[in-house]
């Protein structure tokens, strides 16, 4: 089992509709949690963190937590066609020192006009 | 200002060539890191710094070697690479290290080993 498992995509969702996309981790103890946007050729842009169960607004995007099923979304909403690219999850474990990162492999969301 | 700045975007060198990769924030970040990330792959830690001090060694081989001249600057020196070790190479800070400390990714240097 993988620390950090996200489906791989492509999620292909219309414009305006809703992008809805899950990460699980493994490790329960885990204490923060965060999403990136990758777009081709470009490096990872932080979309959102989120340390406590429940829901985090920003904008259109949404965080939502639930550490007892030990799983982290990112709701998109009124998608975009610039908001086509990969998202990555990044989790960091309680064993984690000095800052390191468990990513997921990255979802790529395809939004089609 | 939120912004991480990497020279240069793009590097093409040759196995028994020497070149560095540099990074700089002014964030007040203390802070930095070096991540290689190779294509439809998620970036791959290969060192930190915390206060510009070498915290941590993800077993990177020697032929990367990483400076922290100050608390503003990272460097990364190559030397001997292969072609494998081709990829984009992201610096990235964050405030401190630990849990709670957001990491901010610089452009990146996209490396070609000849």
């Known amino acids: 089992q993988k620390e950090v498992e996200q489906n791989s995509g492509p999620l292909s969702v219309p414009e305006g509709a809703i992008a809805s996309l899950n990460c699980t981790y493994s490790?329960?103890?885990?204490?923060?949690f965060f999403w990136y946007r990758q777009y081709s050729g470009k490096s990872p842009e932080l979309i959102m963190s989120?340390?406590?169960?429940g829901d985090k607004e920003d904008g259109r995007f949404t965080a939502q937590l639930n550490k007892a099923s030990q799983y982290v979304s990112l709701l998109i909403r009124d998608s975009q066609p610039s908001d086509s690219a990969t998202y990555l999850c990044?989790?960091?474990?309680?064993?984690?020192?000095?800052?390191?990162?468990?990513f997921g492999a990255g979802t790529q969301v395809v939004v089609t006009p | 200002d939120t912004e991480v700045t990497q020279t240069p975007k793009h590097l093409v060198m040759g196995m028994t060539n020497k070149k560095s990769l540099k990074c700089e924030q002014h964030m007040g970040h203390r802070a930095m890191y070096w991540y290689k990330q190779k294509a439809k792959k998620p970036p791959e830690l290969m060192f930190v710094y915390s206060y510009e001090k070498l915290s941590i060694n993800e077993s990177v081989p020697s032929r990367f070697s990483p400076e922290c001249p100050n608390s503003s600057l990272l460097n990364l020196h190559l030397h001997a690479l292969q072609p494998e070790d081709s990829a984009l190479y992201l610096c990235a800070s964050s405030q401190k290290t630990g849990t709670y400390n957001e990491q901010f990714f610089g452009p990146g240097t996209r490396l070609t080993v000849l």
């Open positions: 989120i340390y406590s169960n």
């Open positions: 490790d329960r103890g885990s204490q923060s």
């Open positions: 990044a989790v960091r474990r309680t064993t984690d020192s000095w800052g390191k990162f468990q």
